[in-house]
Structures are given as structure tokens and as C-alpha cells.
């Protein structure tokens, strides 16, 4: 089945510094990343929608100068967390989707996150 | 805006079965999930249903959709320690799996012996 990784899994940063967090898809290319993030016992909550080659569309209350994103390949996008504060701390985690098959509906795969904390 | 609710504890048995609850609150929803995640891992999609269905079993699961009560629920047969995880049903309005999709803040399932 389709992969994606994450990298790093995990990262501990110092306050006011930037983090790149990486979303590759392995074996397929996606057309459409997706980033969200998980504070620790709540849902998972879409911070933006990435499309190749295009600029990533941001959810409502995420501050695209903080969190930029950018979709540079049909198998990798990038989170960067620009100045990075203690409240930014949290698990990220992408998905990706490669169908351009309308009723594929099972071909949005996760990565396993990144857990970033910032001190 | 769109909403999805689930309860966020449930305890069974080993052996019992699990019955997972969710409601959702957009009518244009196309598609609904159950996600697995187990700790500190990343999600895997369990199963999915599509909105003109009632009822989908795959091996040990079973979703039963209510459209009319916008009631979503996810039945583990035999439950097993490996279940252990949280669940999460979602739904997404599109046509396609590069549409958005919003989560429920999860059901953590314990297992008990």
C-alpha cells in the first residue's frame, strides 16, 4: 500500500527558533497534502490543504506566516513552524492523496507525525 | 460549521464486543470514517461508508449509518487487547479523497480482561 513518512518523528527546539517538519509521499505521487495537528487527548485539526505547485489554502484561525507550507513536488511538502513558541507544541500530522479518481475514497494515507516540542 | 461528536471513553471486556457512537451535523456529508490510531503513531483508516448506505461489515467491523438522526456507529466484534486505541469518526463532504475531511475528538476503547 501507499506510504508516507514523516521527518523528523520527533524535535525539541529552543523558543524563537524555526522547525521544517517533511511529508514525503514513498511510492506514489500526491496530488493533494493535507497538514493538521493534534494537541495531546483532542482530534486532529486541519491547519491547511497543499496542492502541488500552488499556494497551500489555510483553515480558518491558522496564521499562514507562522506555519508555512510549501508543496514544491508531487512527493513532498513542508511544514515550516517559523519562530516557534511553547504553545506551538504538539503532534503534526500530514496526509497525502494520489487519486485523481473521484470515488477513491480511501487513498487520503497518513504519516506517522511529528512530535514537536518547543521549550 | 461542520461538527462531529463522539463520546470519549469506552471499556469492554476482552472478548465483548465495542460499539462506538458518533454523530455528525452537515446533511451534505458524502463520505463517513472510523480512523485507528494507536499511541504516538499517525492514522489508518478503518473502514468508510458512503451516505446513501445503511450498513457496511468488514470482517470483525460493522458501521451502521442513520442519515435521518445523522448517527454514525462502529461495531468491533470480539474485542481484543490489539484494539486498544482511539477512534475516530470523520466525515467529508466532497467527492473525493482530496476533500476536506473533519475529525471527532476520538473514542479512547480500553480493554479490560
Known amino acids: 500500500g501507499a506510504v508516507v513518512s514523516q521527518h523528523p518523528s520527533r524535535v525539541i527546539c529552543k523558543s524563537g527558533t524555526s522547525v521544517k517538519i517533511e511529508c514525503r509521499s514513498l511510492?506514489?505521487?500526491?496530488?493533494?497534502m493535507f497538514w493538521y495537528r493534534q494537541f495531546p487527548k483532542q482530534s486532529l485539526m486541519l491547519m491547511a490543504t497543499?496542492?502541488?505547485?500552488?499556494?497551500?489554502?489555510?483553515e480558518q484561525g491558522v496564521e499562514k506566516d507562522k506555519f508555512l507550507i510549501n508543496h514544491a513536488s508531487l512527493t513532498l511538502s513542508t511544514l515550516t513552524v517559523t519562530s516557534a513558541h511553547p504553545e506551538d507544541s504538539s503532534f503534526y500530522i500530514c496526509?497525502?492523496?494520489?487519486?485523481?479518481?473521484?470515488?477513491?475514497?480511501?487513498?487520503?494515507?497518513f504519516g506517522p507525525g511529528t512530535r514537536l516540542t518547543v521549550l | 460549521g461542520e461538527d462531529v461528536e463522539q463520546s470519549l471513553f469506552l471499556s469492554v471486556r476482552e472478548g465483548d464486543s465495542s460499539v462506538i457512537n458518533c454523530t455528525y451535523t452537515?446533511?451534505?456529508?458524502?463520505?463517513l470514517y472510523w480512523y485507528k490510531q494507536e499511541p504516538g503513531a499517525g492514522l489508518q483508516l478503518l473502514t468508510y461508508i458512503f451516505s446513501n448506505m445503511d450498513m457496511k461489515q468488514d470482517q470483525r467491523l460493522t458501521v451502521l449509518l442513520n442519515k435521518k438522526d445523522k448517527h454514525l456507529s462502529l461495531r468491533i466484534a470480539d474485542t481484543q487487547t490489539g484494539d486498544s486505541a482511539i477512534y475516530f469518526c470523520a466525515e467529508g463532504s466532497g467527492y473525493s479523497s482530496a476533500s476536506k475531511i473533519i475529525f471527532g475528538s476520538g473514542t479512547r476503547l480500553s480493554i479490560r480482561p
Open positions: 497543499s496542492n502541488e505547485g500552488s499556494k497551500a489554502t489555510y
Open positions: 452537515d446533511s451534505s456529508s458524502t463520505y
Open positions: 511510492d506514489f505521487q500526491a496530488t493533494t
Open positions: 496526509s497525502a492523496t494520489l487519486s485523481t479518481n473521484p470515488w477513491d475514497t480511501d487513498t487520503q494515507y
